[in-house]
């Protein structure tokens, strides 16, 4: 089978598919639906209206309650300074993110998500800028029991199911790890139940605690993985890129139960993935990251319906459409950072185009952007642009 074809199959035809069992094989004359329509039936399944949100209590949408968990300012990471291969992984970076949102953080491969998912848990040592996790700036967290309270607050999932979990312990121990750490279990049993809640929350069950990871899927090993974040009952989940490694059919499945867990929980979430195709559905706020650089950040909306930097167009426009007609005629834009033609003295650096709406850009481009918003406001389609 063509490795092109994996991405148009019909995902019912795709049973939870791992790695180990060898390559995929499937009768292409079940093809009848895109990925990109079974990710807009799946995900729409589970779509609450803005009333029964508002019903349960609790909204996600950060308008709400626009209280900042975390703020970056002017946030810098330089790796090998002063050295031939030097690299600007984060150069000069702001933003922020709200209580009981979901920041989507995109960008290609390189371009600094991780560096700054990775800063934002203090796991480096800024070279410039500071962060600050609900007030404080965590450069100042030093004593050991501050910095273990922090770092229960904060979690993180990562992309590789396969290597982010210890081959040698049992589901059981792994999920238990951070009890164990923050000492949050009464007793055995009482550690021992939270697991198996867990487990049940995450959609697997009490049986599952005493096995391996290498007995899982990859969708499951993710899902272990989010069961160990929550474990600890976290303010703030970093998932970095949770789904790329899975097969598209599980990938959907796997931002729900995110989803899901954040309505619940009000859980703050970033969400940080290359492109743009799975991030649009649960964010609230969308940034974008070009070489090291906030390029555009946003509200999810805008960002679909109106994106400004001609770097988020071709993302967007990367974007695989669901109607067939639209998806035919679909024009990829590579974006090329000449069209900006700056010069020298042009100041550039995030400027708000309209209300919380970021774009990177120089003066006169400000001023373009702004004239254009309103033309433009709730009339482009994405596949028009
Ligand atoms: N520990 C490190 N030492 C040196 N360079 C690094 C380190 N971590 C990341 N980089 C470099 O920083 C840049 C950004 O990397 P990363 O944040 O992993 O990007 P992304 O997650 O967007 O793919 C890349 O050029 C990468 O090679
Ligand atoms: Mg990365």
Redesign the pocket.
């Known amino acids: 089978m063509r490795e092109e074809y994996k991405q148009d199959l019909h995902p019912d035809t795709l049973k939870e598919h791992s790695i180990e069992d060898g390559p995929l094989v499937v009768d292409e004359s079940q093809i009848t639906e895109t990925t990109a329509q079974y990710s807009d039936r799946e995900l729409n399944k589970t779509e609450l209206t803005e009333d029964e949100l508002r019903a349960s209590g609790y909204t996600t949408h950060y308008g709400a309650n626009k209280e900042k968990l975390i703020e970056v300012k002017n946030l810098k990471?330089y790796?090998?300074v002063g050295k031939s291969?030097e690299?600007?992984?984060?150069d000069d970076i702001s933003f922020d993110i709200y209580k009981g949102e979901t920041l989507g953080f995109v960008?290609?491969?390189?371009?600094?998500?991780?560096?700054?998912?990775?800063s934002l848990i203090k796991l480096?040592d800024a070279t410039g800028g500071k962060v600050y996790f609900d007030g404080t700036d965590i450069q100042s967290i030093k004593r050991k029991k501050d910095l273990l309270h922090f770092n229960r607050r904060m979690q993180m999932i990562f992309q590789d199911p396969y290597a982010s979990l210890n081959p040698r312990l049992k589901v059981m121990d792994i999920i238990a790890e951070g009890i164990d750490i923050h000492k949050l279990a009464k007793n055995k049993q009482d550690r021992a139940n939270r697991v198996y809640e867990l487990l049940q929350t995450v959609g697997l069950n009490k049986e599952h605690a005493n096995r391996y990871p290498h007995e899982f899927s990859g969708g499951q090993r993710q899902r272990i993985g989010i069961a160990r974040a929550l474990a600890v009952e976290p303010d703030f989940i970093i998932a970095?890129?949770p789904i790329s490694a899975l097969d598209v059919s599980i990938q959907a499945q796997v931002v729900n139960l995110m989803q899901e867990l954040q309505r619940e929980r009000g859980i703050t979430f970033m969400f940080?993935a290359?492109d743009l195709s799975m991030v649009k559905y649960i964010s609230d706020r969308i940034g974008v990251?070009y070489f090291?650089k906030l390029v555009e950040i946003g509200p999810a909306d805008a960002i679909y319906n109106n994106p400004l930097h001609e770097y988020t167009k071709s993302l967007l426009s990367a974007i695989p459409l669901p109607d067939p007609e639209s998806e035919r005629t679909r024009v990829r834009h590579t974006y090329n950072p000449d069209v900006h033609a700056y010069s020298a003295d042009d100041v550039l650096e995030l400027r708000e185009v309209a209300p919380d709406h970021y774009v990177y850009c120089s003066p006169s481009e400000y001023e373009k952007h702004k004239a254009n918003y309103n033309h433009h406001k709730g009339t482009t389609a994405v596949g028009q642009l």
Request: hydrophobic share 20%; aromatic share 8%; charged share 20%.
């Open positions: 990471q790796f090998n291969n690299v600007k992984a984060i960008g290609e491969s390189g371009c600094g998500k991780s560096t700054t998912g990775r480096y970095d890129e940080i290359h990251m090291g």
